[in-house]
């Protein structure tokens, strides 16, 4: 009996706390921070880096800077370069205008040398073959003064060659005075030798042909 009437005063106090209503728990809004207002504490969204991670960073801030300078040297290297080589090739440039004004200076003096000797070899030429020479109209007139020495002589030819050898040629009245033609030539100190080649009578006069040397001492030019 008992038991009963407390299992009723359970399923009793069941039903009231079921039907007390609860009260709901009031949510509590989070305070917006004023306009102007200072932040006291923030919050790092990304991780921070560990060691190795610093380290690479290093690495690549270093070999930045130095490709940076490298690139830039090489720049100034460049530039230098190129600076040297225009001012070897002005250099150049100015060194061949002087070597091309001093060749033509001494081509030139080479050309006036060359015209001077070989304006000296024809005057020597020129006086070799001067000394050389001989006049022809000289042994002409020396063979006419002996012939006009003789007599009554006509010459007809004379043929002079180079050495001096002759050949006259000529007419006369009578063989007296072609022996006496032929002796005058032997005794004179300008004729080296005489011989009579030929010699014919015709009805008014004689023929006679002579060959002989003269000596040069009188007739080459000096």
Known sequence: MNNESTQKQNDVKKEEVVKTPVSPTPVTQPETPAIGAEISEGFNLLPSMSDEEKSVQKAKSTISIGSVLSLIIL?????????????????????????YSIENKVNQQIDKIVSNEEIVDRAVLYSNVKKGAF?????????????????????????????????????????EQVSKLWYMFGIDENIE?????????????VTFTFEGELNGKKFFNK
């Open 135 to 175: 006049s022809h109209k000289a042994i002409i007139e020396f063979l006419n003064q002996i012939s006009t020495k003789v007599g009554n002589i006509q010459m007809r030819s004379v043929n002079i060659s180079e050495d001096l050898k002759f050949s006259f040629v000529g007419y006369a009245t009578n063989l």
């Open 193 to 205: 030798s005489i011989n009579l080649q030929s010699v014919g009578k015709r009805e008014n006069n």
């Open 75 to 99: 720049v100034v290297i460049s530039l230098g370069v190129v600076g040297f080589n225009i001012i070897t090739k002005q250099i150049l440039n100015s060194r061949k205008e002087v070597l």
